[in-house]
């Protein structure tokens, strides 16, 4: 006779709470605001007692149109009824480094960094025209001091019960109290090849665009590539219940 294999227990957040895991925005603030109003009715029909959570992986500017809207948005008071943690992602990692070494900045400007310099007001003449030291003094000046604080603020994971939650991903065999914040911030392998069951917990990250979420015992990738694709990923964990929640296609919202 042939043993039944047993699966593992779905792991669960901390007790009591509702955590909504967003992907990678990348200058989308239309989508985000689309998306959070799905989340919003999502949670209306949970019990009154459950904490609803909002999670933002990272990744909030670059390569779509409008990175000030977002960042607009999540320097204002969570929606009502939520809490909120957000992650830095490689992002704003870029941008933070270029503000402070601009000669090194080529990076940032070749991918995204150009949009982001539009959406607080530098035109694209004067990008191509100004040296990178030009153009940091440009960004510091045009960058709200919320913004910065936001951006200086930014935590590089979140743990809840049997989840974790990070921009990238984690080092297969490293403790966490000992992952770097580059392994975080950037890692793709030897991490999503990796059957590490990661200190017992399930990583939920984002920084590789897949056209669907990726889902292995181990991880849950959700960045589905929104500033190209036109949606936007969200993970609703509650207990043992996981769901996605996305905004469709295209979907468009102006943020209020």
């Known amino acids: ?20 895991a967003i992907g990678d925005i990348h200058g989308r603030s239309d989508l985000l605001a689309v998306l959070l109003d799905l989340i919003a009715a999502h949670a209306a029909g949970l019990p009154k007692e459950v904490r609803r959570r909002l999670v933002f992986l990272g990744d909030y500017i670059d390569r779509g149109p409008d990175s000030r809207g977002v960042i607009d948005m999540l320097c204002r008071p969570p929606p009502a009824g939520f ?33 982001t310099l539009q959406s607080y007001g530098v035109p694209e003449e004067a990008i191509v025209a100004m040296r990178r030291s030009e153009l940091a003094a440009a960004m510091n000046a045009l960058l709200p001091p919320s913004h910065k604080r936001f951006l200086d603020g930014l935590d590089l994971v979140h743990a809840s019960g049997g989840y974790l939650f990070v921009h990238a991903g984690v080092e297969p065999g490293v403790p966490l109290h000992q992952q770097s914040a580059e392994t975080l911030l950037w890692i793709r392998q030897p991490f999503l090849a990796s059957k590490d069951t990661f200190g017992g917990r399930v990583v939920v990250h984002g920084h590789t665009v897949s056209a669907e979420p990726q889902v292995r015992p181990n991880r849950i990738g959700i960045d589905t590539g929104a500033y190209a694709s036109g949606r936007l990923t969200a993970l609703a964990l509650h207990g043992a219940h996981r769901q996605f929640i996305s905004t469709p296609p295209d979907a468009r919202k102006e943020p209020g």
Request: contains cysteine; hydrophobic residues 40%.
């Open 1 to 20: 006779m042939r043993s039944r294999l047993v699966q593992p227990p779905m792991p669960e957040p901390e007790p009591g709470v509702c955590l909504y």
């Open 83 to 115: 809490e909120r943690v957000c992650l830095r992602g490689n992002h704003e990692h870029f941008l933070l480094a270029f503000l402070e070494k601009p000669a090194e900045g080529m990076m940032w400007l070749v991918n995204g960094g150009r949009e």
